[in-house]
């Protein structure tokens, strides 16, 4: 009688794994963080096919569901997969071929390094990037003639951290052809003293561009590899590079689909004709790893070197303005030329000019068009009247460490009242409904744990200032959350896919280190991605 009872429990214990949906993965104990439209909280989710097939209870899990693998997070917290709204993920992988100039405090310390990498990594054309004079002692542009000393006959071309200006010695003006008689609009040839000093800003550079070796694709290939690895490292799943050739969204594609490249790619066109030509006929381009759809164009150029557009001059520079990268007129006719497309216009504009240039050129060219979603990237600095245009469905792309990295001296840039519509990130999402979060790196470093806090905080990570940067623009943990996730996706068209832990998304997530709604908000920066899945799929 025994072995009878035993055999029929053995045989209720079958049917009941039968009567149960077999999924891949079922992920148990955890503070889920679902960021759905009531942004609940559940502690257990099923994944099957690469999608989230359940989200809920565990115990209710645990019944309905058998799975070939279960994960104990033990109470860790979990998160959408975060997606970088605005980034150079190809330049950051790059980045990591050239001398590292990132928080460097002198020009002397500049040349130290150069010379360093030079020795260990001879090359025929010296590249770097990072420099920021403003977190130098003497706060000016450098100039060329250490370089020309100590590389009489190698050019050199130092990127500043935000990318809109080159220092370059003789050799490599030389090489371009770029004398003291040479002019080119949109940027500045910086001259002292009746000679060139090696300084570039915004559109000169394209003549360094021009020499500078091209990469071989076994070098391009290591790029975008060494940039995979430093974003999954943060819990980065999806990324929008903000400006791609054919040739590098090509490649991405076909590492993509061969397996050799995981994360996702949100590609923004860079802006020139041959792009265009070919993209805006084409159409979008859709796979679950790549999306293009967007042309990324550059309205003026960066505060920080005085490029940004302005509609009085800088405060710290009597008649300077700074510049329009792409004049008025050009925006205007790129606007109405993508708006006849199905394609997004993301413009670069950080001046109160030229960001509203960019907003009236939208308003004129989305009249009468339904839900096209553009942004303004950046959005940093907005005069008191133009705010009401982002009410319009116009998306503010905005990178909080910006904030944070600039508010030393933003004012003097600026002025007391003009820096009062700078950064303004709360007043862009009550006027947009939305805002879509990054870094821009490698402008600023790849964490998006330094974006939370930056939004959050607004202070260093010193903690300063004390009370934090223009606290009225702070976010709140939640908005936050958002602009990583759900409201960055939205602003991709991929909201129905991706940036919240829904049943019939993809199953990106991320495991925390702790407790980002909840833990001491100091401690933000210091947070960890444990644990990284696309697809269901374990990334780290």
Sequence with gaps: MKKI????????????????????????NANIYTVDAEFSIANGIAIKDGKFAAVGDKEQLLQNYHAKKELDVQGKTIVPGLIDAHCHFYGLGLNQLVVDLVGTTSFEEILEKVVAFQKSNPSNFVRGRGWDQNDWEVKEFPTKEKLDELFPDIPVALRRVDGHAYLVNQKALDLAGITMET??????????DG??????VDNPMGMINAIIPKPSRKMQVQALRDAEKLCLDYGLTTVNDAGLNKSTIELIDSLQKADDLSIRVYAMISNN?????????????KTDGLHVRSVKVYGDGALGSRGAALKKPYSDQDGHFGAMVTPVDQIEGLAERIAASEYQMNTHAIGDSANVVVLRAYQKALEGKQDRRWKVEHAQVVSEQDFDYFENGII???????????????????????????YAYKKLLDKAGLIAL???????????????????ARQDLEKYPEEGFQMKDALSREETLRGMTIWAAYSNFEESEKGSIEVGKLADFV????????????????LKAEQVFISGKQMK
């Design 438 to 456: 990054g870094t821009d790196f490698p402008v600023e470093r790849v964490s998006p744990f330094l974006t939370f806090y930056a939004a959050v």
């Design 511 to 526: 495991v925390l280190s702790n407790d980002i709604m909840d833990m001491p908000v100091d401690d933000i920066p210091n």
């Design 273 to 285: 004709p041959d792009n265009l030509d070919y993209y805006l006929d084409k159409g979008i381009i």
């Design 5 to 28: 009872l035993f055999s029929f429990s053995i045989l209720l214990l079958f049917a009941a794994c039968n009567s149960k949906e077999e999924v891949d993965l079922i992920v148990l």
């Design 195 to 200: 000679k060139l000093t090696g300084v570039l």
């Design 396 to 422: 503010p792309s905005i990178q909080p460490t910006h904030a944070t990295s600039d508010m030393y001296w933003a004012e003097d840039r600026l002025g007391p009242e003009r820096v009062k519509g700078a």
């Design 183 to 192: 002019e080119v609009e949109g940027g500045a040839i910086v001259k002292k």
